[in-house]
């Protein structure tokens, strides 16, 4: 451990941690219960998928993000979020013919590309925008690829400068196969999510019910996830937010061929994408972790971050788990706490481009080969064993662990460090070796069956929690002012969607 991350460990006070906020955004597929998309709009009894606080879309229709604020403790928000869920499996329930909410970051049965339901957002300019977004993200990337569901960790500490938060991105994507290895939890699907499109994967059993990789921690992550060919043409420098700020401006600038050939409107007048750029908007650039700002009404995230810097970082690689029933448990996000903590105050030298590509490389074998014995990734340019390494930044969090425990009056912590360093001794107890393993010895290697069951035993166990009247009329209570404030923003725009559009994708609106 060096002398700077010992320093910054003595000097974590109770009052510094307490002030310490993590909130979560969880993505779920709406399924039938015969394990296919639920190709139905958003229910109504879930409110206005535009302004509700707490439950909105993500890319299609079928796509639920559940949301909650920022919490002072683990508990708290995971309390938060048990009791989003219980409110969505009501409705879902009663008013919605049973439909599942998919526990798996691997889609259920899905139709043809073109019939999977972009999200839709009433009939305001902004409202009408992301829908425009997720046309072009189909048309760029296929509306497949979007479907894939995962959990996002917002993550802050009191009197962190943007500098500091770079340099824990910087220390999080040279560490991120850790939390892919402990926490990766995709190694299989359906075949319906490849079909027609080349890949790599294996056939379970017969293959007709389930793909895989024998040794795959994350499919969700690696080549077959979140990938594109266009944004790899993307330099971005995470040494700074100047750097960082610059290289999303040329990308959210700069034309790129192929997406001017789609055109931002068809002959008949609808819209194809919102602009012509390597990237519509800032939300469109791929990755593990992401510098972010709070913005405000019609401000461009961009815009934020380069005026106010970075308020937080927004975890994404983490997979649903499905054994929990709502996605994460409490072991999980005292671990990520504690990770996020070693990121921040570890010594952390600037990134090169060699090194990026080379974390990128570790990154898609870790999620397609994880588990493999004997996996090297590269390290400075030299190889170093997936388990050793692992192992090393492990040791070197147990002091965080020590603090936040201390600061708890608790051994919770420790716990959960403890309970990782055991699963690099042990790759088959790993949650990606857990789902290969139920699924072929108690679903005969058929994916939708096993998914199926698993959504089916959240639900249950969602329904079964205590559920008082004072929480059923909150959340309608919730449901009524969204679908209230929807119409209340509707009835203000006040010009055509074309000039509002222009207006905001406007280069002098990314500061």
């Known amino acids: 451990m060096t002398n700077q991350l010992q320093q910054h460990i003595a000097g974590l006070s109770k009052e510094r941690l307490a002030g310490m906020r993590r909130g979560i955004e969880k993505e ?11 190709l139905t709009p958003h229910p109504r009894g879930l409110g206005s998928a535009l302004t509700h606080p707490h439950i909105t879309t993500d890319y299609s229709e079928s796509q639920l993000e559940l949301i909650t604020g920022a919490r002072a403790s683990v508990q708290e928000c995971l309390d938060e979020l048990g ?122 059993g017969d293959g007709r019910r389930a793909l895989y990789l024998p040794h795959a921690t994350s499919l969700r992550m690696g080549r077959l996830g979140y990938q594109s060919d266009a944004q790899a043409t993307l330099a971005v420098s995470y040494n700074g937010l100047e750097g960082y700020a610059n290289s999303l401006h040329e990308a959210l600038t700069r034309p790129y061929p192929a997406y001017e050939q789609i055109g931002i409107r068809n002959p008949g007048g609808e819209y194809n994408q919102l602009g012509t750029s390597l990237l519509q908007i800032e939300n469109e650039f791929y990755g593990t972790i992401r510098p972010k700002r709070t913005t405000r009404s019609g401000e461009r995230p961009l815009h934020a971050l380069r005026e106010r810097g970075v308020e937080y970082v927004e975890v994404r690689l983490m997979d649903l ?8 448990n409490a072991d999980t996000m005292r671990l990520l706490d ?26 898609h074998l870790t999620a397609e080969r994880g588990r493999e014995p004997g996996l090297q990734l590269m390290r400075g340019g030299q190889p170093v064993a ?42 088959d107890s ?8 139920e699924l072929t010895q108690t679903f005969d290697s058929d994916f939708i069956a096993y998914s199926r ?26 449901t009524d002012e969204s679908v209230a404030r929807q119409r209340a923003i509707e009835e203000a725009d006040d010009m055509p969607f074309e000039e509002w559009r222009e207006r905001y994708m406007a280069v002098e609106q990314l500061g």
């Open 338 to 363: 504690v990770f996020l903590l070693h990121c921040l105050y570890s010594d952390s030298p600037p990134d090169t481009p060699q090194e990026i590509a080379e974390l990128k490389n570790n990154q």
């Open 28 to 38: 779920g597929l709406r399924a039938l219960p015969t394990g296919a998309l639920a």
């Open 83 to 204: 009791e989003i869920h219980q409110f969505v499996h009501r409705v879902l329930t009663t008013q919605c013919d049973k439909e599942l909410l998919w526990s798996s970051s691997m889609p259920c049965v899905l139709p043809t590309d073109e019939t999977i339901p972009l999200g839709r957002y009433g009939l305001s300019n902004s409202g009408r925008s992301k829908s425009v977004y997720r046309m072009g993200l189909g048309h760029r990337y296929g509306r497949r690829m979007q479907t894939i569901s995962g959990i996002h960790y917002n993550w802050s500490l009191p009197g962190v400068t943007s500098e500091e938060y770079f340099g824990l991105i910087r220390n999080f994507r040279r560490h991120a196969f850790v939390l892919l290895y402990l926490f990766g939890a995709s190694p299989a699907l359906c075949p319906s999510f490849v079909e027609g499109r080349q890949h790599a994967l294996k056939p379970l």
């Open 430 to 437: 790993t949650p990606s070796a857990h789902v290969l393993r």
């Open 386 to 427: 997936l388990g050793e390494w692992g192992l090393q930044v492990l040791k070197e969090c147990e002091p965080i662990a020590a603090a936040l425990d201390a600061a708890e009056g608790s051994q919770a912590h420790a716990d959960a460090l403890r309970a990782a360093v055991q699963l690099f001794a042990s790759p």
């Open 453 to 478: 069951a698993r959504s089916q035993a959240a639900r249950e166990e969602l329904m079964q929690r205590p559920w008082t009247d004072a929480q059923q009329q909150r959340y309608v209570a919730l």
């Open 321 to 328: 788990d499905p054994f929990e029933a709502v996605g994460i």
